[in-house]
């Protein structure tokens, strides 16, 4: 957090640069996180319809290490089948714009942007990224670029999962399993600001952090086991740790909806394959899905931000010469909140 005397601008001093190079993260090849290198890049020019964007901060997601690690093994027939097909791994973006291309409408030079940048050719992970104009929005106001930063792919994964998957309803009980990561942390916040009562699943360290968010239970999941205490839910989002689909079911009211969006791959594909078989028309239902980036999403998560009912959590900051580290914490799986990369020398 900023002292209450700085400012943003004090830190990151905006001035156009017309430098020809810019240092970015690179991945020529799949392995672990040794396999990415600082190097020196040529800068990315804009296409029409493109926004070149000063990069001041970028986050770190579940989807760098498994692109990076081609893992599952599928990520190859997308990505690249021998080696990355995109060499600047890194999806969530804050910055300010550079430059525009002629067909840009909605963004000038000197705004300040962020936004989700995976589904065009990723590349967060660098100096300076070039992107469509509709995969960013206007940062919101009053908060930083490292914050900023950290929404755009957690969050809205949080918001589809509970909104448009698990159809949350104000006054449902709603559980939250993986409750202290990058999307558990918005999703807690999130089925709070539809009126929710959440019950938030973490470790014993994490439990106060939780509770600050706004959880209304927290379970311990070192001391309790959820699937076997009794209590069913209407609603429950799995973002993280493992239990066995038939225990989710289990763990339902009787129209209840469970969603899966991370945790194990066990658990994921357990949800592909023999949710639909598990779910019933006029009952429970059972699946996972994967998030679909859009302006408009990242649109009510800004007006979320700006009415102060969702903040980013940010764990660590590591700078763009430590990806590496940065990936290999996240892959640890005990971040509390989101892990983030600053620009910052």
Known sequence: MLAANTTEESIYSYTPTDTLTMKAIVCTKYGSPDVLQLEEVKKPTPGDDEVLIKVYAASVNAGDWHLMRADPCLVRLAFGLFKPRHRILGADIAGRVEAVGRNVTQFQTGDEIFGDISG??????????????????LKPAGITFEQAAAVPSAAVTALQGLRDHGKIQSGQKVLINGASGGVGSFAVQIAKSFG????????????DRVRAMGADQVIDYTQEDFTRNGKRYDLILAVNGYHPIADYKHSLSPRGIYVTSGGSMAQMFQAMLLGPWMSNKKGKRMGNFLVRPNQKDLLFMKELLESSKVTPVIDRRYPLSEVADAIRYLEEGHARGKVVITMKQ
């Open 196 to 207: 929710a009562d959440v019950t938030a699943v973490c470790s014993t360290g994490k439990m």
């Open 120 to 137: 065009h050719g990723f590349g967060a992970f660098a100096e300076f990224a070039c992107v469509n104009e509709n995969a960013l929005a």
